[in-house]
């Protein structure tokens, strides 16, 4: 079985820290992604890589960076953490192909910003 | 651009009744569709997906979704849900070979009553 793994469940941070939110896949997929969800609004794109230190901005990139230096870890950086940061944030990841595969998610960070 | 709208954001059912999520789509290319389900406390799951062929795509748990290309609508319907069945379900949409790169609903809350 594919497994997204996502390091922390919850988190709590304060306002101005940096936080680091890491994702593993197991799988050797190329693609990895993160996801924001709020109730309300579903899942939004923050940001995804499909290769090792390459990077694309999804639709709400502000506030966010990236990294990947192994392909199978995905690492989200808040750099100066904000109250309106406070969310669940969701991995994926995916094979590239021809044919459309599905993506495969982690169990969710819900981070609360204080 | 893509995007996704279910139409309803609760849906309350008794169990043992009849259920319908209704989903619709605007893209100007052809699209690969999702349903994804997340219970309570946990990440995304994918319950189906059209890729190509027939537009009746069924789960393994008794949803099926019917792709409508004139209606530009994959609604998901089960005859008769159960209490098990209670979760967030999220329409998703993806262009060919942007595997994973997914965008979402706003996800319908769907509450099963004894």
């Known amino acids: 079985d594919v497994k997204v793994t996502q390091s922390s469940r919850y988190l709590v941070k304060r306002t101005g820290e940096k936080v680091f939110l890491e994702c593993v896949q197991d799988?050797?997929?190329?693609?990895m992604f993160w996801y924001r969800q709020d109730p309300g609004l579903g899942l939004r794109l923050i940001y995804f890589?499909?290769?090792?230190?390459?990077?694309e901005k999804g639709d709400i990139p502000e506030g966010y960076s990236v990294s990947r230096e192994k392909k199978e870890r995905f690492s989200l950086i808040l750099e100066s953490a904000s109250t309106n940061q406070t969310s669940m944030y969701l991995c994926?990841?995916?094979?590239?192909?021809?044919?459309?595969?599905?993506?495969?998610f982690g169990q969710g960070t819900r981070l609360t910003v204080v | 651009a893509q995007s996704v709208t279910q139409l309803d954001s609760q849906v309350p059912v008794f169990e043992e009744a009849p259920v319908e999520l209704r989903c619709n789509y605007s893209?100007?290319?052809?699209?690969?569709l999702f349903w994804y389900v997340q219970y309570p406390n946990q990440g995304l799951q994918l319950l189906l997906k059209?890729?190509?062929?027939?537009?009746l795509v069924e789960s393994i748990n008794g949803f099926e979704a019917e792709f409508n290309k004139s209606q530009t609508s994959f609604h998901l319907r089960k005859p008769s849900v159960h209490i098990s069945d209670t979760a967030e379900y999220f329409c998703?949409?993806?262009?060919?070979?942007?595997?994973?790169?997914?965008?979402f609903g706003q996800g319908t809350e769907l509450s099963v009553k004894p």
């Open positions: 994926a990841s995916s094979l590239t192909g021809t044919l459309n595969t599905e993506a495969f």
């Open positions: 799988m050797d997929h190329e693609n």
């Open positions: 890589s499909y290769d090792v230190k390459m990077k």
């Open positions: 893209s100007s290319v052809s699209v690969y």
């Open positions: 059209y890729l190509s062929g027939s537009t």
């Open positions: 998703a949409v993806t262009l060919y070979n942007q595997g994973g790169k997914l965008i």
